[in-house]
């Protein structure tokens, strides 16, 4: 991993994608490293495509922001057209199987993140977990057993079999291309 | 309001302080304002004092980070003392009833935040949304119709009268003193 990883997540608002930039972010420092998540939020958030954005490093983080994201994970279309430029040169985008594949130079992963929520889990409400257990499984960014912690902490009450669950199906749509 | 208001608010987790953030930020783009919120988290956060912070500006928010905040909310002695010092000259520290007072060149207010939560409206759990309230009627950073909207939107379904009415608890408790 290098020094300094940028994930943003973007999608649409009730997606849960504050909740999963938090389970990331605290995956990393149970992995004994600094995380920083954030959201920004401008007049135009109203409605349309909306990020959470993690910064995770062996070093203390001086400048929080997300610039040029080595990882971007795109829910709906709206989301992809709005944030699929400036990512690293080895940046990766990881979209859901809904959304049109994008003229990029970027590498692009496409999974049925909406679908294994929604199909094999029942709710798809979870499609956020599903995405972060994808981005565990490829990037490697964080430890599994540190994310199944992270989610445990994180997910209301009475869910955590269903997360867990979702997290382990996103582990393995990953691991198919990692 | 000064441009830019930085907003600190800790304590321990589990005490909800990031959706407390996340509330702030959202009622500051109801009112049409831009908002970041975020947490960092280092090792040390283990078991710590821990931290969400929130910066509203009329301007776009090119440095996210909060470095000397107008507003600190402290609802544990643990978390004052880490945070106690580095606030702006006019800045303000709310603290909680069960907390000491300290010694410091800053204005201090101190409320029963967390009695309010358990005795008055029935959940500790809530201290956190009393909280913002005292934080909206104190500070008036954001409109009370904003922040009662993003309350509504962000607590768990089947909890927003419970937290409502928690918000106008905090609110009460913040107009005291306003």
């Known amino acids: 991993m290098e020094e300094r990883l940028e994930i943003r997540l973007s999608g649409s608002g009730g997606q849960g994608l504050i909740l999963a930039g938090i389970i990331l972010a605290e995956a990393a ?5 600094n995380a ?6 401008g007049p135009e958030a109203r409605g349309g495509a909306s990020r959470a954005e993690v910064v995770i490093s062996d070093e203390e983080i001086d400048y929080p922001k997300v ?4 990882v971007l994970l795109a829910l709906t279309n709206e989301a992809l057209n709005k944030f699929k430029d400036n990512l690293a040169s080895d940046g990766i985008i ?6 049109n594949k994008p003229d990029t130079p970027y590498k692009v992963i496409q999974l049925p993140i909406i679908e294994t929520a929604r199909d094999r889990i029942g709710k798809s409400m979870v ?11 490829l990037t490697k960014v964080v430890s599994r057993e540190a994310v199944e912690k992270a989610v445990l902490n994180r997910v209301p009450k009475g869910t955590e079999e269903l997360n867990k669950k979702a997290l382990y199906a996103g582990f393995e749509l990953g691991e198919q291309l990692s």
Do not use: R
Request: no cysteine.
């Open 29 to 33: 420092i149970l992995d004994g490293k």
């Open 36 to 41: 920083v998540q954030s959201q920004s939020y």
């Open 67 to 70: 610039t040029k994201p080595q």
């Open 94 to 99: 990881i979209i859901d199987s809904s959304i």
């Open 127 to 137: 499609a956020n977990i599903v995405a972060v257990g994808v981005i565990t499984a």
